[in-house]
T-cell receptor, first 110, second 115 residues
Framework: RKEVEQDPGPFNVPEGATVAFNCTYS??????FFWYRQDCRKEPKLLMSVYSSGNEDGRFTAQLNRASQYISLLIRDSKLSDSATYLC???????????FGSGTQLTVLP | DTAVSQTPKYLVTQMGNDKSIKCEQN?????MYWYKQDSKKFLKIMFS???????INETVPNRFSPKSPDKAHLNLHINSLELGDSAVYFCASSQDGDRLGEKLFFGSGTQLSVL
């Protein structure tokens, strides 16, 4: 089993749609969780951290389910500019141990 | 003003050659990293390095060697390049490396093509 698994997609959604991505992780000792965004041919950039209680940043909502070992990202009112690959990142201990999923590709269509 | 800068952006070379990728960060971070992103888009850490120690990922062939002249620079040297080395290599940095929840700052990547 991969350490971090994501549905690769692609997800093609119309503007304004709501879309959700899930990610599962295998290491139950994982302590912190993130979503990074990577645009085509660009570097990954932190989108948001994922907290145990769930957290929201504008149109983006992240949730963590420790019992089932998955995290999710919900994007509401999708914009064309949301088109990117979303990387689930899990940290079992320190920044040196970050484990990246292979990403979920999102394309928002006009 | 780029926080993490790496050069070159593209590197095309023949099998068997030796090449280097340079990375510099102006964030004052203590820890720097090299990541490899293969054709399947998996980002895998190769090395992390801070003032205190170099951490080598055991799955990385010893043809790859990081060199850090100071904490703001972490270069990657690759000897005897092979076809399978073709990938995008990202440099990154973080404040400390040991704290939970640390944000990684990535360079723009170096696309290496070995012919």
């Amino acid at each position: 089993r991969k350490e971090v698994e994501q549905d690769p997609g692609p997800f093609n959604v119309p503007e304004g749609a709501t879309v959700a991505f899930n990610c599962t992780y295998s290491n139950s000792a994982s302590q912190s969780f993130f979503w990074y965004r990577q645009d085509c041919r660009k570097e990954p950039k932190l989108l948001m951290s994922v907290y145990s209680s769930g957290n929201e940043d504008g149109r983006f909502t992240a949730q963590l389910n420790r019992a089932s070992q998955y995290i999710s990202l919900l994007i509401r009112d999708s914009k064309l500019s949301d088109s990117a690959t979303y990387l689930c990142v899990v940290n079992p201990g320190s920044a040196r141990q970050l484990t990246f999923g292979s990403g979920t590709q999102l394309t928002v269509l006009p | 003003d780029t926080a993490v800068s790496q050069t070159p952006k593209y590197l095309v070379t023949q099998m068997g050659n030796d090449k280097s990728i340079k990375c510099e960060q102006n964030l004052g971070h203590d820890t720097m990293y090299w990541y490899k992103q293969d054709s399947k888009k998996f980002l895998k850490i190769m090395f992390s390095y801070n003032n205190k120690e170099l951490i080598i990922n055991e799955t990385v062939p010893n043809r790859f060697s990081p060199k850090s002249p100071d904490k703001a620079h972490l270069n990657l040297h690759i000897n005897s390049l092979e076809l399978g080395d073709s990938a995008v290599y990202f440099c990154a940095s973080s404040q400390d490396g040991d704290r939970l929840g640390e944000k990684l700052f990535f360079g723009s990547g170096t696309q290496l093509s070995v012919l």
